[in-house]
């Protein structure tokens, strides 16, 4: 399939955002994790679902991640929503699916009041309540810049490997290693280390917040998708299902056998499955 056009937005605080848009058909934003970059979209097969089933597509990498700009951190979360509300009025979309993977739910759950559009319906994915893991990793790597001024690559890849495989991969020696070949050969995803530095920072301080807050789940009238993971230690699906107790309207899903990384390594695609048959049923197409 032919790649799609990049355009670089300009927001308000002149941060620059590079994102893209594909299919003919209701608009579905998709906002991604920490350090994911548009085109990681594509290993996961959703866009390509989306586009197949009906849907106009939206990726985009938030600022930080190349090719977008990295203004100096500390980010925020309502600070990259913003980025993301401007990535929507560039592209003259009234009306949408929001879609978050992973911090992309923390992007996406402050949409749900700040963008003044028309939200059909939000689906979040390993992403809704983050563990006790996810703040001692944002706490470490943050000391990590602090002290060293980056974070080693031996260290970011043992924690990509050991939280994105579950535990069948993980034990298989072969499949550790070709993970770790891949990860230590591919080009660097960060404008700067103040992109990485930003979002984490942004993902620290909502956790420490202790968000999502019940009061803020339960002014999300949208219907809402809430996708868990088996082996998730970022966004256990204990904690995920607790949190979806307080959406007035979710339905709520733990998929068997697979971790953080689920959405991209499930055979099955079963979350992406659930993503299109939710898009479908909120629109009506």
Not at 53 to 68: C, E, Q
Not at 205 to 215: D, G, I, R, V
Not at 219 to 248: C, K, N, W
């Amino acid at each position: 399939m032919t790649s799609p056009k990049i355009e670089l937005i300009r927001t308000a605080a002149d941060t620059v955002i590079a994102a893209s848009r594909r299919g003919d058909g209701p608009t579905v934003l998709l906002s991604g994790g920490l350090g994911m970059p548009y085109g990681v979209w594509q290993f996961t097969g959703v866009p390509d679902a989306l586009v197949d089933a009906g849907f106009s597509v939206i990726t985009y990498s938030a600022r930080g991640l190349a090719p977008s700009s990295a203004p100096p951190a500390p980010y925020s979360v309502p600070e990259m929503a913003d980025d993301a509300i401007a990535v929507l009025t560039h592209f003259e979309v009234d009306d949408a699916v929001l879609v978050g993977y992973s911090m992309g739910c923390y992007i996406t759950q402050v949409l749900a009041s700040a963008w003044t559009g028309s939200i059909h319906g939000i689906a979040m994915i390993a992403g809704l309540r983050s563990s006790a893991i996810g703040e001692i990793v944002n706490e470490m790597e943050l000391g990590l810049i602090d002290g060293l001024g980056e974070i080693p690559e031996s260290v970011s890849v043992f924690e990509q490997i050991m939280t994105t495989l579950g535990p069948g991969m993980l034990a298989d020696d072969a499949t550790v290693r070709g993970w770790w070949t891949m990860l230590t050969s591919g080009d660097p995803v960060w404008t700067s280390v103040e992109g990485l530095k930003g979002q984490l920072s942004a993902s620290q301080s909502w956790m420490l917040a202790h968000e999502p807050t019940p009061e803020r789940l339960s002014t999300i009238e949208s219907p809402t998708l809430v996708v868990a993971y088996e082996h998730d230690v970022f966004f256990p699906p204990a904690g995920s299902r607790d949190a979806a107790s307080h959406l007035p309207a979710a339905d709520f899903h733990v998929l068997d056998g697979h971790a953080h990384g689920g959405l991209m390594l499930d055979p099955e695609h079963r979350a992406t499955q659930l993503v299109v048959d939710f898009c479908r049923k909120v629109t009506a197409v």
